[in-house]
Structure formats: C-alpha cells, structure tokens
C-alpha cells in the first residue's frame, strides 16, 4: 500500500467518471450491466470497501461524528464515551474521539481536527464556559451540541445536561440533614459550566440552611489527583477540620477517600464524603460513595440521538435538555458525631 | 457553513490552482506576493486552517494516528489512551480512537473507518490472535502496531507487550507462596494473545508447583461484570471453595472484590484476590489490589514513539519489544488462613 486508494483511483481503473462509480457504488439505475461489473472488479482488485466511499461520494457525509472530551481517564468520561460509541453503531456511524487533557488552548484545535475529518457533527463534553466557538459553528448550521457543559451564549448552542446546581443542593443538603455544618467542597475552575454550576448549588444549600461561606474549605482548581489530594490531607489534619466533603466528581471523591485513609479518619464515622456523576466504581462495596446521578446512560443516548436528528434536518429547533439528577446514598456519608467539636 | 470548505473551495475563490495554494501554504518561494495574498484572503474568508490543509496538500500526510481499543470503559483502555493521546500532541499528531466494545466482528470495520479517514498509522490495542488483517497490513508497508496484543503470525506484525506468561506465573506463584492451593482463574477467551499467555502462565505455575488444574475453577468468557459476579459468587459459595483468585484484569478483579463482598468474606483473611495491569484505581488503599504491573506508561510512551518512526520512515525494522511485568503487593492477598479445610 505505497498509496492508498480512493473513488478516483477506482474510476481510473475501471475507465470510468467519478460519478459512475458514486452510482454503482449506491445502486442507481441506468447503469449499464458491464460498466457495473467493470467498477466492482475495480473496487475488488484495489481493496476497496465500496459503501465508506459510496457514503461519501454519494451525500457528502462522511457517517463520524467527533467527540470531545476532557480527559479520557477520568471513568465519567470513559463510560459516557463507551454508550455513544456502542449506540453510533447501531444509527451506522463512527465516532472520533478527542482529549482535550482539560487543556482549553487545545480545543480550538480539536475543533479543528474533528472539522478536517469532515465528521458530520460533533458532540462537546468538555468547553469552557465562555467558548465562542460553539455558537459561531451553531449559526453556521454545523450539527453541534454540548453534553454535560453548557457555554454562556446558551441562546445559540444545543445542550443535553443534567441540573447541576440542584444536584449540588441535593448533596450538600443531605450532609446537612447529617448534621454537618464544616462542609469542604472540592472543585474544579468555574469557568467550566458544570463546576460553576455545582459551586451555585453547594453556596445556596449552605445559605438557606444559615451556615456561613467559609473559603478557607473550597478548592477550585485543576483536578489533579495529588494536588486535590494535598489539599484534603492539609485540611484534615487542621484542629478545626471538616466533618465531611462535597467533591464535585466522584473521580476526585477517591483523591478526598486516599486522604481521609492516610491521615486514619474513618469514612463515615470520623468524615462523610460524597461525589457526583456515579461512576462505575462508586457502587463497589468497597467504595460505596454516596454520589449524584447524572443518569449517564440516559444522558448520552440522548445527546447522540439528538445530534444525528439534527445532522439528518430531521430537528432544526435549539435543542436545550436538562435532566434532573438524583441522590444516591452509599457508605460514604453518615451522621455527624463530632458535631460538639466543631461548633 | 452550507457546504465545509476544502482547499478547491480555496483556489476557487482565490482564482488559483490548487498546487499554488499548496505552494503558498507551505511557504514555497517563487509565488508572487499578489497570489500569495489573494490566497491567504481566501484562507481567511473561509475560516479555514491552513496549517491542516498545508499538511495534508504537501506530504499527503494527514498526522492523524488511530487507535483500536477492546473498551474504552475498561480504565486499562482509557489510562493508556490518556497517555498516547497527550504524548501524540506533543509529536503534533492527533488520534482517532475506535472502540470496538469487544466485538471482534467490528475489528475489520475499525480498521476500514481509520483507513478511509486516511490516518498515517494505527495502534491496535484489541485483536483476536487469529486476525490476518493486521499482518496483511503490515505487508503492504502500512505503519501498523500492536500494543498489549499479538497475533499468530507474528513475523508479520510490529508489537510492544508485556511478558504476559511470566506475569501470569508471577501472580500465581505470589499466592502459592501464601500456601494457596486452590487458585481460581478469571480470563477473557484466548482467543486473545493476552488472555492466551495468562492462561498459560496461571497452568505452568500450577504445574512447576505440583498442583493439579482444576477446570471447574477457570472462567474463560466474555468479561462482563454480571457473568463474573455470578461466577464468582457461585463459586465462593462452594463447599470446597477456592481460597484465592487470579483475576486476568484489574477491571474485572473488581467484580469478584465485589462477589466476596456479597458473600461475607473479608479480603485477604477469608480470600485472596490478585490482579492484572495495575490500574490506576488499584492502588486506592479502600481496594488495594495486589496485581502484576504491564509498566503501562512505558508501553503507552513505546508504542507511539515506535508507530511514529515507522511512519517517518525512521526504522524499518520490525518492532517486537516485550516489556518485564511487575509484581504490586497490596492488601488484597494474605496468607492462606483455611489451608486445613481445603486440602
């Protein structure tokens, strides 16, 4: 395979236009029986697979949607992406993935990347709030639509996501309801949709409860395990330490977890915890992490569902879909019992 | 965006042929400064990327790599993909991922979707052993790669893996240190290089330790998280039960974690489990599971760089690197407490 083949080369080795091969290759009419015959033992003799490129030649589509995520290692991401991948097939499409590394300067060029390919439409499961991208390629009429994010200009972007601030005033009520009052919160940077969002809801559970903001117990950075893992051991080790911890995904709730396990607090006697997305894991029995559903399974087949109504014109309405999320209670969370202590 | 543009579209509007808008966006000399600017106006009108299409007009390169994976929601698949996908930026390339959920009847198709996008190379990281596509390939100077996977007729196939034999025997020969007699075996089918060479290993370590192979105590199936459950659960329940088991994959160790937790068993007092690839989550000290290590960043690093000088035309050589496995200790096994009741 010193070149690889396309239609050109197959209509030049069957003496024949582009166009007869688009048409035999789609199974139009008015070809004759030996032109056909010619194309197919072209199409044969080269390697070819007749319907990627009959797809292409016919209708300018290309059958692959893109999808952009922010880090494939983080199971949220990894499990979302396994449900669009798995039921793309099932409508006959491919799907091109792309990692950010939650790397904003990079998403342009994934956009980029993705629109070189030719995919039909993409889905975003990781942009920053303030991303001008996606409403320009919006007005464009490029099929595009965000999943688990939203952007500001919300008037000009399809969205498929889950409540998030509610989720957030679910989880930090049930800790309240817990008795705990020195709740930590472990987040990434508000300039993601999602993260703003959830800071909304765990700052408007504590103010209808009457418990003071006290920034010295929010972490509002990059995910990294260690560094999100520095910061809970630092905070547990203080005098007046948190009695539990909100940790805006359950793949950083195992960073709070590894902590509270090293400084020899027990989960939930000594600290309760709890996430959000429930990943796979979160339901071990080992892990047991109360959490936030985001009803991924759901989620995902919609925001795909979605996506290929609109690359077929089947929907030109804004597509803008918020699912309600729900509590999951686990191990992970308990009743306050230093609640003197701490007061 | 009615129609996307392509480098046609810019020489249309620029009134030039293509080859010239090839010349001016790789900086060829001998344009006039007039075309030259006619072109990049062009460029600029149409919001196009030069620098993609430069690329791909040059050398007829695309720089764009595909990688196969079994599932992406197995974190093995998505720990390593994090890492090829992070490392093949900084060679500025990008990757289209493929997931091909373990459907070997998918595999041909992945491969003509990667080919029909015109990637440069392909890293295949899930392959039954008996695949002839690959070595096919191979033969036609097609930079391809196999990473955690071989297949039979590897004198026609590039690859980087682990010894998974001496792994294997490494994991089960830790647990008959601990005077475990009765090791149960949880695998995919090997029909997979992998899974194959585990086996082998997990049958050579019995026998060199003069311990008789049990068939009623080896799962070689579909790796669900439900069928192994069961498996497990069935078997724990067993008058005669295994005191320990060898589980092919971290991901799927986790499920049998989860069968003893169901059964009341304490890990390691009433059960040792051990398993295989060293994911990221087995080191939490809440699952703490003894495994053998593939040294998945090393092989990740490898692989790409290896695929690259393929394609760079930098080796042409066949690549055939086995890495050494790695014994990890962890909480999960512990000497064998029942030796009396099992032998």
Do not use: W
Not at 26 to 35: A, E, I, L, Q
Not at 123 to 129: D, F, H, L
Not at 303 to 325: F, R
Request: glycine letters at 4%.
């Amino acid at each position: 395979m010193k070149e690889r083949v396309n239609a050109y080369d197959v209509a030049k080795r069957a003496g024949v236009s582009q166009s007869t091969v688009s048409r035999v290759l789609n199974n139009y009419s008015h070809v004759k029986k030996s032109t056909r015959e010619r194309v197919l033992a072209a199409v044969d003799e080269l390697g070819f697979t007749p319907d990627e490129i009959a797809r292409s030649l016919a209708n300018n589509k290309t059958r692959t949607i893109g999808l952009i995520v922010g880090n494939i290692s983080n199971p949220f991401y990894a499990e979302t992406a396994h449900i669009i991948l798995r039921e793309a097939r099932d409508y006959d499409y491919d799907v091109i993935i792309v990692d950010t590394d939650s790397d904003e300067s990079s998403f342009d060029r994934s956009i980029q990347t993705l629109i070189g390919k030719r995919v039909d439409g993409i889905i975003v499961a990781s942009v920053r709030k303030d991303n001008k991208k996606i409403s320009e390629l919006f007005k464009l009429n490029f099929p595009i639509i965000c999943y688990n994010r939203k952007v500001d200009d919300d008037r000009n972007t399809n969205f498929v996501v889950v409540d998030n601030k509610q989720g957030a005033k679910m989880a930090v009520n049930h800790l309240i309801q817990l008795n705990h009052q020195r709740i930590a919160y472990i987040s990434g940077p508000c300039t993601y949709s999602t993260f703003n969002d959830r800071f909304l809801g765990y700052q408007s559970a504590l103010k209808e409860n009457g418990i003071d903001y006290d920034k010295r117990l929010v972490y509002q950075n990059e995910l990294s395990f260690d560094k999100v893992f520095q910061f809970s051991l630092d905070l547990m080790r203080n005098q007046n330490r948190p009695t539990s911890f909100f940790a805006s995904t359950d793949h950083i709730a195992l960073a709070v977890m590894d902590a509270a396990a090293q400084n020899g607090l027990h989960i939930p006697y000594d600290i309760s915890i709890i996430g959000f997305d429930n990943i796979d894991i979160a339901s071990s029995p080992y892990i047991g992490l109360s959490t936030i559903s985001q009803q991924k399974k759901k989620m995902a087949s919609l925001v795909l569902k979605e996506l290929i109504a609109i690359i077929d014109k089947k929907s030109d309405q804004l597509i803008q879909i918020t699912l309600e999320p729900e509590l999951l209670i686990r191990k992970s969370t308990g009743m306050n019992t230093q609640i003197r202590n701490n007061r």
